[in-house]
């Protein structure tokens, strides 16, 4: 029994130090266009190094010149590889780890006006899409409890890429 709690301990042990050294992408896809073929609005990328780089999904491309904003619009069907080559291409990170978050999920953790708040810090107002997610994510404290309803909804995903 104590050799099956060191080998939990050890897994545990693993996992958390892989967490820890991983490129995380996030992806905030805006199915309110479609839901066969979202956009992605917002990305960021997070490490424990660095902590959150925003990246602004119409300027990071592939070798081929198709945007981050449109990884669903391409022809292989494998969106977050595209997503993670994109990644590698414009800023030289390979993320392990994509977490996606739609709209009801972003509704559940910031409230529904969140979106219109960051389109009107961002185009309204001149300001960098960075620093407008960061003023309207000061106004709008995430609700912890959306987040788990969202991971349990599936709302929020998490996966190896």
Known sequence: MK???????????????FLLSSNVLFLAEDTSESVQEPGVDMAALWSLSTGFTWIYPGSSTN??????????????GKPYEDA??????????TPN????VNNNASDRIFGSDMIDDIRQK?????????DAVDASLAEHPPNILGVIESLITGDIRIFPI
């Open 3 to 17: 050799a099956l709690g060191k080998i939990v301990v050890l897994i545990i042990a693993i996992l958390l130090i």
């Open 63 to 76: 070798a081929e010149g198709s945007t981050l904003h449109n990884i669903f619009l391409f022809s292989n």
């Open 84 to 93: 993670k080559e994109i990644m590698q291409y414009s800023y030289n990170v």
């Open 97 to 100: 780890i994509c977490v996606t």
């Open 122 to 130: 961002n185009w309204g107002e001149g300001n960098d899409r960075g």
